[in-house]
């Protein structure tokens, strides 16, 4: 079986091409569940519903998982609850965020 640190880590090689940090570190990765026959599926969310790269986020995330494990397929599957805040991101992110929006200011 594929564990949850495994697919995690193997998600974490897909940026977010508008901040530039990985979706694991954004928090933009809830959950990895295996089965015994290696199918993978994925839980994730998108930082807005209107996010213009939804299918791609998508894709990569499950090429990732293809890529980087001995997953037999696997599945994402975005949901919108609980619904995504800054707050769940990593704290090395949420610092970056910050100053870059402060100097912007």
Known sequence: ???????????SNV??????FNLVEMGLIYDAVS?????????????????PLH???VQWVEEAVM???DAASCRAEV?????????MAE????????QFANRSV
């Open 67 to 69: 890529k980087h494990t």
């Open 35 to 51: 089965d015994d026959d290696n199918n993978v599926l994925v839980t994730m969310t998108l930082s807005t519903r209107a996010c």
């Open 55 to 57: 299918q791609m986020m």
């Open 79 to 87: 949901v919108w609850e609980p619904e995504w805040s800054f707050d």
């Open 1 to 11: 079986m594929i564990s949850k640190e495994d697919a995690f880590k193997a998600i």
């Open 15 to 20: 940026i977010d091409p508008e901040v530039g």
């Open 91 to 98: 704290q090395h992110v949420k610092d970056k965020l910050n």
